[in-house]
């Protein structure tokens, strides 16, 4: 099980432009969650997806973010006309389904996006 | 919503030594309180969790324990090794069960162990 993938691992735009930000996750896990690290910062909660449905958004900013998990390929986090604070670690996390024992949410490597 | 505060922030501590990192949360209906290390560049890893129906919970050198009344779970780390040395972050939720896991994390502390 290769785990949970996230690429590209590092990723620089330039202000204005849009970064497009791809989760791979792991086999079996049906659930996708995003968080944003700022340095020094601990993870702040996005975004929750399943297979074509967001389930909790209370976490993305209500403009420029968007996120998709479509029934075939990675989940994707798209932030447009990017501005020098959205540069951070992004990290993608996956779940089984909820409720299967044993459960836990495993974390990809992130991304880290640096807007100059 | 829910607010989680992590202390120390840093924490150094001779090998060998304990360690106690504490946090507080604000929301009561909060019932599921994990602990991830972070090395450096890497990615965060579960190393314990505990849901509100227990006080504490073992595994080998760590330990968390959970006090509901007053809000507020501690990790602790004993024997401490130098590659314990990492960031600690606590987080908590209600049960995943419910909601999937939209955490709330703390700040982090950065433990540093030193032979």
């Known amino acids: 099980n290769a785990g949970v993938m996230q690429n590209p691992r590092h990723l620089v735009r330039r202000r204005g432009q849009e970064a497009r930000l791809r989760c791979s996750p792991m086999k079996g896990h049906s659930h996708v969650y995003w968080y944003r690290q700022l340095p020094e910062e601990g993870l702040k909660f996005m975004v929750y997806?399943?297979?074509?449905?967001?389930?909790?958004e209370s976490g993305m900013p209500k403009e420029r973010f968007s996120a998709e998990f479509p029934k075939e390929g990675p989940s994707i986090l798209r932030i447009q006309q990017v501005v020098r604070g959205d540069s951070a670690a992004y990290f993608c996390?996956?779940?089984?389904?909820?409720?299967?024992?044993?459960?836990?949410?495993?974390f990809g490597q992130g991304t880290r996006l640096t807007v100059v | 919503g829910e607010n989680v505060e992590q202390h120390p922030s840093t924490l150094s501590v001779q090998e060998g030594d304990s360690a106690v990192i504490k946090c507080t949360y604000s929301d009561s209906a909060s019932n599921y309180f994990p602990w991830y290390k972070q090395e450096l560049g890497k990615r965060p890893q579960l190393i314990i969790d505990i849901r509100s129906n227990v006080g504490e919970k073992k595994d080998q050198r760590i330990a968390v324990t959970l006090n509901k009344t007053a809000k507020h779970f501690s990790l602790h780390i004993t024997e401490t090794q130098p590659e314990d040395s990492a960031v600690y972050f606590c987080a908590a939720s209600i049960d995943p069960a419910d909601s999937g896991y939209a955490l709330n994390f703390g700040k982090g502390t950065s433990l540093l162990v030193t032979p």
């Open positions: 996390a996956s779940s089984p389904p909820i409720g299967a024992l044993g459960t836990e949410a495993f």
């Open positions: 997806l399943q297979k074509e449905n967001i389930i909790d």
